[in-house]
């Protein structure tokens, strides 16, 4: 059960994990076109 | 778009939930196993997943590096229209068929194939596909390290060991390390030709994923045998669940894909409006 629980967790935290690097990178990249729309 | 993105993602969660619901509770329990047979559940829709996003990556990689040279180009559309034929031709032709293949699959990968450069094709431009190609090399490799990660969350309890160096699971690891390497490619090369460099590694890459595929039809491995075709069986009911959780894996992947391409486009028109601008900077301090 406890092989179930692990496989289960793992794959959740590595698609949210991902999604987390895909959040980062839009602010990032919004902070970019503010810098853009500035100049 | 913006007001059906929330809705996608609202249907695509309730959809995974019942999909945990089916897989966990509902699905039955495999008698031998025992529940650590759940993770099935998990594992081979994640590796149907990134097989499919490879694929898609593979047929961008092609338009991305044919669409410019119109000879190349129109070749290419033939030979994915004589494709599509020949599989429906074989399929009625070729007897026997290798055990657990139906000859409907046959016609209708062919026609899938087919369906999906022409779908592609009609509506993505050449420097679009492009950024399709990232996205979904991306996922895929999301996909695939979901793969490797409950593979040997299943075999340490079943198998006595979390690894063997056998074909499936070597080649799987394989064509993981193709698409990082792909991915590096993409990151830290700073050369104008990356995206051709990358489109024909990506095609290289591709054709490991027939060799995973298939690899336990062809040789003798410690892997267990295809449920659905190859002569494996399995009860309806498991087939129900592993189908639901397919949907709803495909349907988050949609999605990811989705949000990721939105981001790629941003990305590189941000990139331009720089590069633009530092043209245009020194002329403008004179």
């Not at chain 2, 180009?73 to 055990?99: M, S, Y």
């Not at chain 2, 593979?151 to 499936?168: C, E, K, M, N, Q």
């Not at chain 2, 030709?193 to 095609?203: C, D, G, M, N, S």
């Amino acid at each position: 059960m406890n092989f179930l629980y692990a496989a289960y967790t793992a794959t959740w935290i590595i698609h949210i994990t991902y999604l987390g690097t895909l959040v980062r990178r839009y602010h990032r990249l919004s902070g970019e076109i503010e810098e853009l729309k500035k100049k | 778009m913006k007001r059906v993105f929330p809705i996608l993602a609202l249907l695509t969660a309730v959809l995974l939930s019942c999909a945990l619901y089916e897989a966990l509770v509902a699905a039955p329990t495999e008698q031998t196993m025992g529940n650590v047979q759940r993770i099935f559940y998990y594992h081979v829709p994640s590796a149907w997943t990134a097989f499919l996003l490879f694929f898609i990556n593979f047929v961008c990689s092609i338009q991305y590096l044919v669409r410019p040279n119109p000879v190349a180009d129109k070749l290419t559309n033939w030979t994915v229209i004589a494709i599509g034929i020949a599989a429906c031709i074989a399929a009625f032709v070729i007897r026997p068929l290798p055990e657990g293949i139906e000859p409907s699959s046959v016609a209708t990968t062919g026609l899938a194939i087919a369906g999906f450069y022409f779908l592609i094709r009609k509506c993505f431009s050449q420097p679009r596909t492009d950024a399709l190609a990232v996205v979904t090399a991306e996922v895929g490799v999301v996909f695939c390290t979901v793969v490797l990660v409950t593979g040997p969350l299943w075999a340490r309890p079943v198998w006595g060991i979390w690894w063997t160096w056998d074909v499936r699971l070597t080649s799987t690891l394989v064509l993981w390390l193709i698409y990082v390497s792909y991915l590096m490619l993409r990151r830290f090369s700073t050369s104008g030709q990356t995206p051709v460099l990358a489109a024909a590694l990506a095609v290289f890459g591709a054709l490991d994923v027939p060799l995973v595929y298939f690899s336990i039809w062809i040789f003798r491995t410690q892997h267990p045998q295809p449920v659905i075709g190859g002569g494996g069986s399995i009860d309806p009911r498991m087939l129900h669940v592993l189908l639901i959780n397919w949907l709803a894996f495909l349907c988050f992947a949609a999605l990811v894909c989705w949000s990721r391409y939105r981001l790629e486009i941003l990305q590189r028109e941000v990139e331009e409006t720089q590069a633009l601008e530092a043209l245009l900077e020194p002329r403008s301090s004179r």
